[in-house]
Structures are given as C-alpha cells and as structure tokens.
C-alpha cells in the first residue's frame, strides 16, 4: 500500500488486554452478573453518551472537571461518567413503565479524564445494583445487599474480605449534638480530630465514639451506652442494629460483615447504610466494593420521592489490582478452545466432521486449517493452552479411532469421537 | 430539594430499552457470544475511545464526517465507529503476543453521526467475529464462516433465511475481462445495468452474468461455461467452488446458502469471498450479517501482511427490526426472577430463609420486603411477569409447607422447599 503507518497504540489510562487476560476479566464480570441475577437484577444498558445538561444537572464538584464533554452539530454531549446518574435519569424518564421495588444490575463502561497516573483509568468498568422504592423502601433491602456483596466475592475467589458497615446517621446525629456544624464536611472533621490529637471535650467525645471497637454486638452496645440525646443519632442506631440483624439472617457469616463507625462514604450522598469492602491481606488498595442508602435517586429529573439501596464494583481497578498484587488465581489460557482438531495429510472433510461433531455436543471446538508442519500446528494449541488436541491422520482414518492428545500430560490414547466427547467435558 | 427538575431524556438516535426488552436483548447478545465462544473465537474488548490519528489512519470517506471527535487536553480522541478499525490496531500493537491464526469475537458498541431517521442508530452493537492469519490464511475458513451465521441464527430463532455468497474476484475479474476500469466503482456498474437495460456488446455481457441463476452447482457450471479469459475471474470461480464444497462439509443445509453474484459488499475493503443474510420473508430489511474476506487487515499500522474474513451482525438494527416487524419470538418478561417469596404477616426471618434456600438451589429468588396488602405483592409479581410466587403465612408456617403459586395457571398447592426448588426448576 502506499500510505504511511500510523503507530498502533491507544490513549494513555484506557486498560487494554491481551486475551488471556481478557477471558479472566469476563469471567469475574460473568461471576458478577450471575450473582447479581441469582438475586432478582434485571439487567440495564443506557447511552455512554448522554446530553450534557441532563447528565450534568446536578453540576459542580470534582467529577464535572473530569466529564468528557464535547459537541457535535446542536448537540452538547457528555460521556457518563458513573452508573447512578444514568439511573436516575432512567427510573425518572421510564417511571410509568417500571414495577417498584425497581432493582436492576447495570455492568458497564464509564469515563473520567483523571489525572494520568498508575493504577488509575479514564475508562472502565463498573458493575452496580440499586434497589430503588416508590416513596419508601424496607430497611431490610440494606441487609440483602451484603448477602450480595458476600457471594459475589466468594464466587470471584476471594476468601479473606471484610464488609464494613456504618449508618449515617450515627455520625452525622452525633455531630449534631455536639452542635458541630454538617456543612464542614464530616470527613474533614473525621481527618481532623484523627491528624491533630484531641484537646477539648468535643474533640474527648468524638475520640471516644471513634475509638469504639469490638464485635458488632458489643459496637451496638457501647454506642447505646453513650447516651446520645439526639433523634437521628438514635434513629441510625437502630437502624444499623436492624440491619446487622438481618444480616445474619442472609447467612452472611458474622466474620465477614463489621460494623466501622469511622466509614462515612459519600457524605454527600448517602443518608444511612453505607458499605466498604476491605480484602483483608490487602487493605491499602481500600474499598473493592462500596454504596449505601440514599433517600432520593432522582430529584434533579423528578418530583417523584425515590430513596434507594446499591453498591457498586469498579471493576477495572479491582482487576488491575488482582494483577499487580496476584490477590487471587486467574485463568491463564488465552483461549476458551476445549479441543483442536488437527488434520495431518488427510481430505480436510474428515477433520470437519469431528469438529462438527464436538460442537453439536457442546464442546468449544476449533480446526487447524492451515497447511504446515505438524509441530507448528501442536506449538498453536501449546501458545494458546488448549487442553487437548484430536490428531487425524492416515492411520486414524483407516481404524476409525482418532488420537486424543492431552497437552497437559502429554498422553496420548487412541479413541472414538463419543469417547473423545465424554473426556473432554469430564476435564471441564 | 431547591433545584429545578431537569426533563430527563436522551440523545436522538440512541437506543434505549425497558426491562423486558432489554432482557430480551441480553438474550440475543448472549445467543451470540456462546455460537462465537462454541467456534473457538477469544472474547476482546477494546477501548470505545481512540486516538483519533490512529482511529481515522485510513482517512476519507462518508465514515470519517459521522466520527464523534474531539478534544480533551492534549488528546484528539475519537469514538470507535465500527469494530474492524480497532481490531486492525490492536493485532499490530500487540502481534508478538498473538498466536495466528488470531480467531476473535468482539461484542461492542460503536458511534456514528449518521443522519437522524427511523431504524437508524448512533450508537449501536456490532457483533463481530474474524479470523486473521499471518501471511496467509486458509480458503476453508471462507467455508466455517457461514456455519457459524447459520447456526447463530438457527440459535436466535430465525428459521428461514438465506446466506448470499459471491466472490469479489467474480466480478472484478469478469469487468476485467470487460475493459470496464475498477475505478469507476462496481456497484455503479450493476446499478447502470440493471437501470439503464442494455444496448452494447459489454451490457449484453454483463446482464447474462447478472441473469445467471439456479442452484449452487448450476451456479458454478454456467460461470465456467462463460469461458471468461480472465485470471482473477477463474481464480474467483475456483474458490467459490471449494466454498460451497466446505460448508457443505461443515454441514448447513444447501436452503441456506446461495450464490448471488449481484451482492459485491465493500468493494474497497473485501478483496475474495463476501457474504450477506436475509431473512427470506423480510428481504426490504437488507442484510442482518454481511462480511467477507480481506487481503490485509491492518496494513495502515504494520508491514505484516495479515489476511482475514469475517463477519459483523449489527444487532442494536436487528433488534429494532425484530420488534417492528416482530420477526421472531421475543421474550416478554420484565424480570429475571424465578421466584417471588412473599411474607404475610409473618416475621420476615423465615421469608428470608426460604429465599436464601431458593438461591442456594441456583432459583433466581427474589424477596417482596415492602410492607402493603397482599394483593399489591401479588400484582408486583404480574407485572413484572414472574411464574411463582412462594406464599408464607402463619398456616404455612404451622404446617411448615409454604404455598406455590403458579402466576401461569393461577393454582396454589402446599408443598415443601426442596418440592418448591424441584418444580421451578422444572418450568424453566
């Protein structure tokens, strides 16, 4: 051709992958979704693309920096840049077609231009769950989403994670009634009282709140015991003595599930429950997994009161981070292939009829069609990691038996397509 | 709150679905990536954002003013606008990593700027699956393609459709034969002739290559009764044939696939075998998957020659399609849920007991915790399209059978969970 090569390479923070890893990161998102649909999710997908002054109706803050926006002919567009805004967006503009409780699963791409540096991206995944109400929501959909969060990370392999759990309300009523002022920023008094050490008696008190430890019964009655005359304080209390409860009725094992009274996680967003997720053997990566309860989705799009329960999985930095740190076993084979077919100086026909064969039994099939050498086709199932290969040559014809070769073992045993079928699927 | 509502609506152009069309839409893309994966193609994803030099490395054309580009700091950025592009990019970035023959299947959505009409999507999924070799690749994998659109769309539930199989070189070849520059672009050709009738020698010849029609093999007889004095035209005819032999090999039945030589696909870009689908009953709908084979995929960002064919089912269109037109049988409940558990005026522990039994079974369960009268429960559930509902009120915790309701048929029996786990897991 008579052009120039242009360099293949793609944008500095976007997360591409090479196959192998590929097929392990959908298998987590695959692990994800079926746990998100095993408990009664159904499945959204919105535009990435969105009008900018819907998208941004709430406007301000950090992330309105960070939004990809731009114009094309009259429109000013914006890429998402989380799944909640889009959901609101949606539960509002759909409101007449939707049953409620609302509860649906939403895996997908979102976009931030953050400041370019490792371990951060501008685009990835996030896999979330809300449970939205008309008006009101049982306080026990808050005890449901750690059983979610629980078996989602078992399946994805985790085994030493902990839930933490707050309520907003304790901080937020036991602020109140020390007459510390919300609009501060909680997290900015939190930091504060944790960097400076503690002088006075509102700073004695908040050391001592703070510095409550112990198992979830014990939390639950040492704040019970500080005697906080203050109505959300006691409102959040019960609250979250409801939800351990019921917890433990989800048969989230008690191990997995504390209750950190320091957690205040979207201050300005969630009004009760919230959650973190913490891998134990690695606490500085923070929170795998996050949420809480808020008391109205969609008030920049709607008079409808909607309050809602979720959490969220970025998945794309959780990935990252199972890769720099090796936190759990991935799939290392570059191919989902169970078995390659591979002709050797044989009518090709022959070779695609026992690759259609395994297909029909539902074994993932592929045929070498390429004419080489023997060893460069057994070399490409080696690469790859495909499990085994069918060789075909004059000798299999002739018997009718065809030779099954394990590339994991190296044996290799004479044997009929039934046989071959049964074998490869008793390996999977 | 003390801000204006925002009408909450999306772009013109975008498609959006309701819960039980987007479950059905899930579906179809799932139907789809497992006849991929059975067929041996790796799962990529690649960035929705590109590079915009890299992205539009080939420059020109209609495809170049639809692009959504812009700026963002530093970064001239691109939306994605079909899958191939990024395909060609991602083989050369990351070739020495790659086995070849490179067999990927990508599901994604790209964007273009096209004019706002009916049926016409900006943003949309493409479904792509190609087979890229290293400097040369296999004419059989001309032949596997079209088993796989076959038994893709078997999958999807169309039963009566129609494969077109033509070879570029055919064409290219005859006109060659012809005197008729390629320059003058092909399809103008066909249309002239097909518009304007016939008056000369070269239109005479022309229209008895169009007219020729019958089965496959009478097809390939009256091409070679033609006696074209033509290299590229007998080397076209030459692996039309072998085509039509091998997919019969990899049996789909000779319905399915027909030769047309009227369909000559992206005459700049498919240099062998090309193919198009139509449904038989909807042929005004065009073609639902089309590809073909290419000489070189990714010569604007690497000197390896990388030869392929491929195919691409646009499926944000056909789903459009299938419900205008209702082509196929969609699925029509707003829910994933198997099961509904809904507690009467019980404590809700023993509700949430049954649910979590129903999930360990692997039932999709799901728990009605809102407070209000049975007949709304009852209506959530039908609205939602859910098939049982599990009742649990004092009697049946007192007998300790719960009550299985079939939303279907309406009949209520007593039986036990397991019985319960059994008979849901039947109905599905």
């Known amino acids: 051709m008579d052009h120039q090569i242009t360099k293949p390479s793609i944008l500095p923070g976007f997360m591409e992958l090479l196959p192998a890893e590929q097929i392990a990161f959908n298998q987590m998102m695959d692990t994800i979704r079926a746990n998100f649909e095993r408990y009664g999710f159904i499945p959204l997908d919105t535009p990435l693309l969105e009008k900018a002054e819907v998208l941004l109706a709430k406007g301000g803050g950090e992330t309105e920096k960070q939004v990809y ?6 429109n000013d567009l914006a890429l998402r840049f989380d799944l909640t805004v889009p959901l609101a967006r949606y539960v509002a503009q759909h409101f007449a077609d939707l049953a409620f409780p609302f509860r649906r699963y939403h895996i997908g791409k979102v976009y931030r231009g953050e400041r370019n540096q490792k371990g951060r991206f501008r ?18 959909n808050d005890a449901e989403i750690p059983s979610i969060i629980y ?9 030493s994670f902990t839930i ?33 050490g503690v002088t006075d008696r509102t700073g004695e008190a908040i050391a001592e709140f703070i510095s409550i430890k112990g198992s979830n019964r014990e939390i639950l009655a040492s704040l019970k015991q500080l005697e906080v005359n203050n109505a959300q304080f006691n409102e959040g209390l019960e609250e979250l003595s409801q939800v351990v409860h019921y917890i433990n009725c989800f048969n989230v094992p008690e191990a997995n599930v504390v209750i950190d009274l320091t957690i205040a996680r979207g201050l300005d967003y969630y009004t009760g429950t919230v959650y973190e997720t913490i891998l134990n053997d690695h606490p500085g990566i923070g929170s795998v997994c996050s ?9 920049y799009y709607t008079k409808q009161q909607l309050p809602g329960v979720g959490i969220s999985i970025g998945l794309t930095r959780l990935f990252y981070q199972i890769q720099e740190a090796k936190l759990i076993h991935l799939n290392q084979a570059a191919t989902l292939t169970e078995a390659l077919v591979i002709p050797m100086k044989i009518p090709i026909e022959a070779a695609i009829g026992v690759a259609n064969q395994l297909r029909e039994a539902g074994i993932i099939a592929e045929l070498y069609l390429e004419e080489t050498k023997l060893d460069k086709k057994i070399s490409y199932a080696n690469k790859l990691g495909i499990a085994y290969v069918v060789l075909i040559g004059e000798d299999e014809l002739k018997s009718g038996l065809l030779s099954l070769k394990s590339m994991v073992t190296g044996e290799q045993s004479p044997m009929g397509v039934s046989q071959i079928i049964e074998k490869v699927k008793d390996k999977q």
């Open 291 to 299: 949420g809480g309860r808020y008391d109205n989705l969609a008030g």
């Open 69 to 74: 926006r731009f114009t094309k002919g009259d």
């Open 164 to 196: 933490r759990l707050n309520n907003r309300k304790l901080l937020n009523g036991f602020f109140e009634s020390l007459g510390i002022q919300d609009k501060i920023g909680l997290d900015a008094v939190l930091a504060e009282v944790n960097a400076m």
């Open 151 to 159: 078996s989602t990370f078992k399946g994805l392999g985790f085994n």
């Open 123 to 140: 685009e990835f995944y996030q896999c979330d769950i809300d449970i939205i109400g008309l008006n009101k929501l049982s306080l026990i």
